[in-house]
Structure formats: C-alpha cells, structure tokens
C-alpha cells in the first residue's frame, strides 16, 4: 500500500477518506468501487479505513489500486442497526469514526461513506463542527431532472426533520452553492417547496422564508422563482429545491420506491408475450438509455452540507457502480474547494443582512 498522503495541515486536494466497512455488501463492493473511479480520475488518492489485512488483500487483487491506496486499520464497524447516542459513546474505534477523523485532521478533503445515516451524521457534527452561522447542516442528493445538466438540488433530505425560516434561507444558500459547484450553474434557480405555488398557500415559517429568500437571491447572485409543488422535483422549473427533511426523506423514498416500481413493471410487461419479447428486443437501444437515465446509482451520494468538512453519504445498498458515483461526486466536489465556498457564501450574506438590518 501507498504511504503518500498528506500530513495533517499539509495540501489534501484530491485525498478522499472512505469508510470501507460500511454498507449491505461489505468491504468487497466498495474496494471494487475504489477501482471503478480510478479508472475515471487517475489523480485521485484514497485512505481506507477498516480491517487492514482484510482491506490490503481486496485492494492487492486490483491491478494498479494499491498505488492510490493508503489503509488504516479501525477494529469495528457501525452497524445499520446501531443508533446514533451509542455510536458516539462508544464508536471511536470504527471504521467509520475514523474516516471522518481524516478530514477533521486535514489528511483527506472528503469522507465517503455507505454507513448507518444516522449515526454518520453524529459522528461529523461532533468530529467537524458546523460552519459559523449554520444552525442545522443538511443533506442534498441529486434528483433526475428534465434540465439540461440532468440533475436537479434537493435538501434537506433527512439530516433533520425540523427547519425554521432561518434554517431554510441557510439550505437556499447551500443548495445553490451545490447548484454552482456541482452542476457548473453560473446562476441557479431556487424553489422552495410548498402544497401550493400560491403565495397565500403554506404554514407561516414557509411563508417567512418565502421572503427572506427572495431577499437573500438579490444579494448571493441566484435566482428565487418563489413557492414549487412536488411535481417540480424532477422539472425543469428549478434547479434547487429547499424543503425541510421530513418532507424532503419522504419524497426521495417515495421516488425511489416509485422508479423501483416503474422498473419492475415495465420488465414484467416486456417479458409478458412472446411478441412484447420482440418488441423490446427491437427496442433495445432505447430501453438501455432509459435504463441509463432513470438509474439511481448514477447519483448515488448525499452530501452533507453546512459542516467544516465534506462528508458524503453513499446508499447503504450501494453495489460498486453505486460506490463509483459516490466516489467521483467526492472528488468533483474536492477539486472545486467546495466546502470554503459554501462558507464564504454563507458567511457574507449573513453579514450583508446584519448589516442592513
């Protein structure tokens, strides 16, 4: 295994820290997602964290891995099942633990991990901290859109299930900076998401933002279109979505279990007759496209936003495609400096409106 990576304080740009224990399929299928993405950014640099000789054995099996590989040994493992309180009284030696440790240490610029959600989230707000002037950090996923990039900006998607005005103008400000950074939008255009585009139509704190937005728009250079209905997710209306994650953790499963839905039904009919057989023979093609387009690995990867590192969440389920996408969002986002961005972003349009008021 490499030994190069950056010391503490030392330039960590392009060093991603990734927890390999976590995750339905173990080690194997991240180790095999290592591999896919560096196939696609050869610049990139890994720290790995877990069951060493087990790790040294899966990554020495791949050509050419080793090379872009430091291993760190953690003795445990987060489980799914464990819950956040006990992760953190008793979580230090895991794989998970650690890896976030990498970024707080300034070894490695984002963690990437499948693990237990919850407990992820714990582990970085205690290990990270917040940026100044965050109240609560989010998480924001890539949602398949009819704009043009393909993608659309949802958050918050679950890291709280609770959010007031402030707590929505901080998301809008997040969001679009995610819009900017990884989606190339010079000047996105932000949505808030309410039972009605009407701006009578919402509870009072949605209403609050509703103007606070609008205000901070003029001043952070981005584009507030006002209220959006669910059916705006996946439009081409918006580019970024504010919600708050209750609703926001309700509409990604809702969506996922709907594209699972689709897809399952959409096979059993192609294999219904002999004759829907051949039509989807003929229809190959386009069906692989489809396929393509609609699959949620491709944007596998939440990204938490609001805390003095990045932090990725992988799907749990995550195969290795899945772990690859996750993977290059990390190193896209590594690349852009993104997180002292989202900061300086954050930082002056608050300041701005301190002043003013």
Known sequence: MSDEVPAPGADASGVLSI??????????????????????????????????????????????????????HAADVVAMSDKPSQV?????????????????????????????????????????????????????????????????VMLD??????????????????GMSYARNGLGLERPRVGLLNVGTEEHKGRTELKDAHDRIEQAAVRAGFDYVGFVEGGDIPGDRVDVIVTDGFTGNVALKTGEGTARFVRDMLGETLRATAMSRVAAFLAMTSLKRLAHRIDPRRVNGGVFLGLNGTVVKSHGAADETGVAAAIGLGWELSKSNFNERIKARVTGVAMTAEAQG
């Not at 997602?33 to 696609?40: F, Y």
């Open 88 to 152: 953190m009284r008793t979580g230090q030696s895991t794989s998970m633990w650690s890896a976030v440790e990498a970024v707080r240490s300034g070894e490695a610029t984002v963690c990437v991990s499948c693990g237990n959600t919850g407990a992820l989230m714990a582990v970085s707000m205690v290990r990270l901290r917040k940026l100044p002037g965050i109240n609560r950090p989010a998480i924001a996923i890539l949602w398949p859109s009819h704009n043009p990039s393909g993608f659309n």
């Open 19 to 72: 927890d390999a224990m976590g995750g339905d399929h173990g080690p194997e299928a991240v180790v095999a997602g290592l591999a896919r993405a560096v196939k696609t950014h050869p610049a990139i640099r890994f720290i790995v964290h877990g069951d060493k000789p087990m790790l040294d054995a899966l990554i020495a099996r791949r050509r050419g891995l080793s090379d872009h590989c430091t291993t760190r």
């Open 157 to 174: 998607v679950g890291a709280d299930i609770r959010a007031d005005a402030e707590d929505l103008v901080q998301y809008a400000l997040m």
